[in-house]
């Protein structure tokens, strides 16, 4: 990391303070069970958060019982998921990762069990599933499990590395993979600033702090050592 431990911690504490002036009552629409957020989460992949709500509300009310979606075929499930993005990919492995959660657990509400598990535990398997990569474990640990981890996405990444964080770019895979470990350790033990940052940093990420930055509408500039040392050129 640029910045020392502490002052490193110190300074997203003061990023939360702003951004959730910034960004107040944003609603992701997570889950509060474990093999809905998972099946959300799953929705949500290329997709924007109203239409990927609209479906899972749509599969609310035509199953009462969500076991019965595990019978669903490919092509059932491309008709349900056409309208979102990346549909044949999204069917294809739906359905391999129903048939794996029955296997696991029998029925979807087992998946309940995983809230015994640590944190490596549950992040270990999350991730062994079909199309649960590291990001979409980590939002279903926090928002779902009251994990104290932070889903470092692209734009939390980007946030970061220009406020000086963490170091180097997206475009390296390891650099994402550092970010993620640097990340989760500076905000460890902490649910609270987990939370905000990850909600108030991803909409900061898409609205200001774009790829091509907003910088002089940005809330945050002061405290941004990819601001200030534009400035200083």
Same mark, same amino acid.
């Given at each position: 990391?640029?910045?020392?431990?502490?002052?490193?911690?110190?300074?997203?504490?003061?990023?939360?303070?702003?951004?959730?002036?910034?960004?107040?009552?944003?609603?992701?629409?997570?889950?509060?069970? &474990?093999?809905?957020?998972?099946?959300?989460? +799953?929705?949500? =992949?290329?997709?924007? !958060?109203?239409?990927? #709500?609209? &479906?899972?509300?749509?599969?609310?009310?035509? +199953?009462?019982? =969500?076991?019965?979606? !595990?019978?669903?075929? #490919?092509?059932?499930?491309?008709?349900?998921?056409?309208?979102?993005?990346?549909?044949?990919?999204?069917?294809?492995?739906?359905?391999?990762?129903?048939?794996?959660?029955?296997?696991?657990?029998?029925?979807?509400?087992?998946?309940?069990?995983l809230s015994k598990k640590s944190d490596n535990e549950v992040h270990e398997y999350l991730t062994t599933l079909p199309g649960i990569k590291d990001k979409s474990a980590y939002?279903?640990?926090?928002?779902?499990?009251?994990?104290?981890?932070?889903?470092?996405?692209?734009?939390?990444?980007?946030?970061?590395?220009?406020?000086?964080?963490i170091e180097g770019t997206n475009q390296r895979k390891q650099d994402r993979v550092n970010g993620q470990k640097n990340l989760n350790e500076l905000v460890k033990g902490d649910?609270?600033?987990?939370?905000?940052?990850?909600?108030?940093?991803?909409?900061?990420?898409?609205?200001?702090?774009?790829?091509?930055?907003?910088?002089?509408?940005?809330?945050?500039?002061?405290?941004?050592?990819?601001?200030?040392?534009?400035?200083?050129?």
């Amino acid at each position: 990391m640029n910045l020392s431990f502490q002052k490193s911690k110190t300074k997203l504490k003061k990023v939360r303070n702003i951004l959730k002036r910034s960004y107040p009552g944003f609603n992701f629409y997570n889950k509060s069970k &474990i093999f809905d957020e998972i099946l959300y989460i +799953f929705l949500s =992949w290329r997709t924007p !958060i109203p239409r990927a #709500e609209s &479906i899972y509300q749509k599969l609310k009310l035509d +199953f009462k019982d =969500w076991n019965d979606l !595990i019978d669903l075929s #490919e092509r059932a499930w491309f008709k349900r998921l056409e309208s979102s993005g990346k549909a044949h990919d999204k069917a294809r492995t739906l359905v391999k990762l129903l048939k794996r959660i029955k296997e696991d657990f029998g029925k979807v509400e087992n998946v309940e069990l995983l809230s015994k598990k640590s944190d490596n535990e549950v992040h270990e398997y999350l991730t062994t599933l079909p199309g649960i990569k590291d990001k979409s474990a980590y939002c279903i640990m926090l928002y779902t499990m009251g994990r104290s981890v932070f889903p470092a996405d692209a734009h939390c990444l980007r946030v970061s590395q220009r406020l000086g964080i963490i170091e180097g770019t997206n475009q390296r895979k390891q650099d994402r993979v550092n970010g993620q470990k640097n990340l989760n350790e500076l905000v460890k033990g902490d649910y609270q600033l987990c939370y905000d940052l990850h909600i108030t940093m991803l909409q900061h990420g898409k609205t200001t702090c774009r790829r091509v930055p907003l910088c002089k509408q940005c809330p945050i500039s002061h405290l941004c050592e990819h601001y200030i040392s534009l400035k200083n050129q």
